[in-house]
């Protein structure tokens, strides 16, 4: 009678143990284990021993609960201290790596930034990390991007969000890293260029998350441009120059040229009105010898 009522009581605990917490239930079943190896003692003494006395039965009851809670005492604290020091061990290796990637990320130039983005299935957008050179290119602090992912989104050009959702949508097809170059109007009110550049990973959860680098190209924008209209400019300098070429009627005597509609005209001015050339008269030396009879001085 006895032994059934430890056993339900056993059952009882069970059910409280599994309730608990984790330290909770290990706890819990390691007791249990006790007393059941003690209930078992106890049967089995009745049944093989009956006319053992009762000191007797106590000594052997003593000694054995002794050795019992000796031995699980030993695992259960060898298995506690090896948990707490896969604990830290974890978490130092953790704090390892976020230090690395901090001193990785603050040295990059102020016109990089990493991120990474989580969509929802619904096409919701949240960052779970934005380095702090958000705040040079965007004007907006990583912790305001980290509660609000429309404060940068937000900031993409109308005429450029199209082309963005569409590489983005592709990349997600396709799981590939996606590249494209997009305008912003930052905080400030000043439109920049912006090259971004990231790659999906399908979450068990349908979710999709993002690992990005943006870069800020505003100033290789403002060169092209700059390049651009320079060559512009070259262009139409080029076209403007006339070029004089072809064979040439010119008078012997006069000379005097042939121009295209079978009239003569003065050397000077044929060239002048041909090309961006321009003349101003004067004589040289052996002429003013002969018409004045004087050298040039």
């Given amino acids: 009678m006895r032994v059934g009522k430890d056993m339900r009581n056993l059952l009882k605990l069970g059910e409280h143990a599994a309730q608990g917490g984790d330290l909770a239930r290990r706890l819990m079943v390691a007791g249990l284990s006790v007393a059941t190896l003690m209930i078992g003692f106890e049967a089995t003494k009745h049944f093989f021993f009956p006319h053992i006395s009762i000191w007797q039965s106590h000594a052997f009851t003593i000694g054995f609960t002794s050795v019992v809670s000796t031995l699980v005492s030993y695992f259960l604290i060898r298995r506690f201290v090896l948990l707490n020091w896969e604990r830290e061990a974890a978490q130092t290796a953790a704090k390892a790596t976020e230090e690395r990637l901090q001193r990785l990320v603050g040295?990059?130039?102020?016109?990089?930034?990493?991120?990474?983005?989580?969509?929802?299935?619904?096409?919701?957008?949240?960052?779970?990390y934005v380095s702090p050179n958000v705040e040079h290119?965007?004007?907006?602090?990583?912790?305001?991007?980290?509660?609000?992912?429309?404060?940068?989104?937000?900031?993409?050009?109308?005429?450029?969000?199209?082309?963005?959702?569409?590489?983005?949508?592709?990349?997600?097809?396709?799981?590939?890293?996606?590249?494209?170059?997009?305008?912003?109007?930052?905080?400030?009110?000043?439109?920049?260029?912006?090259?971004?550049?990231?790659?999906?990973?399908?979450?068990?959860?349908?979710?999709?998350?993002?690992?990005?680098?943006?870069?800020?190209?505003?100033?290789?924008?403002?060169?092209?441009?700059?390049?651009?209209q320079l060559i512009r400019e070259l262009q139409q300098a080029l076209n403007n120059v006339k070029v004089l070429s072809g064979l040439l009627s010119i008078c012997a005597s006069c000379k005097r040229i042939r121009n295209e509609q079978g009239h003569w005209e003065q050397l000077e001015i044929y060239i002048r009105d041909r090309s961006a050339a321009d003349f101003s008269h004067t004589c040289c030396p052996d002429c003013l010898q002969k018409l004045y009879g004087k050298s040039l001085v």
Wanted: proline share 4%; charged share 30%; aromatic share 6%.
């Fill in 137 to 228: 290119i965007h004007g907006v602090k990583a912790e305001a991007a980290l509660q609000d992912a429309s404060s940068l989104y937000g900031q993409i050009a109308e005429q450029d969000r199209e082309l963005l959702a569409s590489k983005e949508d592709n990349a997600m097809k396709d799981g590939r890293t996606f590249s494209v170059e997009v305008r912003i109007r930052a905080a400030s009110g000043g439109v920049r260029w912006i090259h971004l550049s990231s790659a999906p990973m399908r979450l068990p959860d349908g979710r999709t998350l993002w690992d990005g680098i943006e870069c800020d190209i505003t100033e290789r924008k403002d060169a092209e441009v700059e390049r651009e």
């Fill in 107 to 128: 040295n990059l130039p102020l016109s990089y930034l990493v991120y990474q983005l989580i969509r929802e299935p619904d096409g919701t957008r949240r960052f779970v």
